[in-house]
């Protein structure tokens, strides 16, 4: 049974940068993968997704340009590389994964698969 683990989570000031891991039990060969995260009183909102080949990549427009998604397929992680952070950056970051070719950070029902998620925070 796939399951997830994130990493990585810490605290940091605003413009730093910080490196989230996902960490599979099996291979995401066949899964989509995505992060999502939550914010204190706010609903979950997907951050950033990877298709199950790899180029289906997507971003949400808060993080565009900030945050990059990336597999490294041979130890089944999945990172989530955070840039020029914000304060509105701060929430708990979940890994999400489904076995789906495409992604989408709209929706989460494509996703069938969680981990327990890590508190990103960032201090201005």
């Known amino acids: 049974q796939q399951q997830l683990v994130e990493s990585g989570g810490d605290l940091v000031q605003s413009g730093g940068s910080l490196r989230l891991s996902c960490a599979a039990s099996?291979?995401?060969?066949?899964?989509?993968v995505a992060w999502f995260r939550q914010a204190p009183g706010k609903e979950r909102e997907g951050v950033s997704c990877s298709g199950a080949n790899g180029d289906d990549r997507k971003y949400a427009d808060s993080v565009k340009g900030r945050f990059t998604i990336s597999r490294e397929s041979d130890k089944n992680i999945v990172y989530l590389q955070m840039d020029n952070v914000k304060p509105e950056d701060t929430a708990v970051y979940y890994c999400?994964?489904?076995?789906?070719?495409?992604?989408?950070?709209?929706?989460?029902?494509?996703?069938?698969?969680w981990g327990q998620g890590t508190q990103v925070t960032v201090s201005s």
């Open positions: 999400a994964a489904g076995p789906s070719p495409l992604c989408s950070v709209e929706v989460d029902f494509l996703y069938d698969v």
């Open positions: 099996e291979s995401l060969r066949y899964y989509a």
